[in-house]
């Protein structure tokens, strides 16, 4: 029988960077810089976050097409593969 053996490696992403945004958000909060320079770092690093997040999304997107590619690809050779060994047999 299998076992799970935890979470998958998205959930364990997933949970860092929301710890780290939330240690980042109330480091922030108490952080002594006014509320305007607060409010203006905080636009800054949401937006590099937003940049970072569309990045990586767009690799993502990438590598799952390269993936899907690849397993085309090696169906069909396996298909061909089949159908020449079928085609001796019957020779």
């Known amino acids: 029988m299998a076992r799970d053996e935890g979470a998958g490696a998205g959930s364990v992403l997933l949970a860092f960077l929301l710890g ?4 980042a ?3 922030l909060l108490y ?3 006014p509320g305007r320079e607060t409010r203006e770092f905080l636009g800054d690093k949401a937006r590099e ?9 767009e690799k993502g997107r990438q590598v799952i097409n390269e993936g899907r590619e690849t397993l085309a690809t090696a169906i069909e050779r396996g298909r061909e593969a089949y ?5 001796r047999e019957t020779t």
């Not at 780290?20 to 240690?23: D, E, M, R």
């Not at 159908?83 to 085609?87: D, K, L």
């Open 20 to 23: 780290a945004v939330s240690g």
């Open 25 to 27: 958000a109330v480091a």
């Open 31 to 33: 952080a002594p810089a």
């Open 49 to 57: 976050g937003r940049e970072r997040a569309t990045a990586a999304a």
């Open 83 to 87: 159908q020449q060994t079928r085609s």
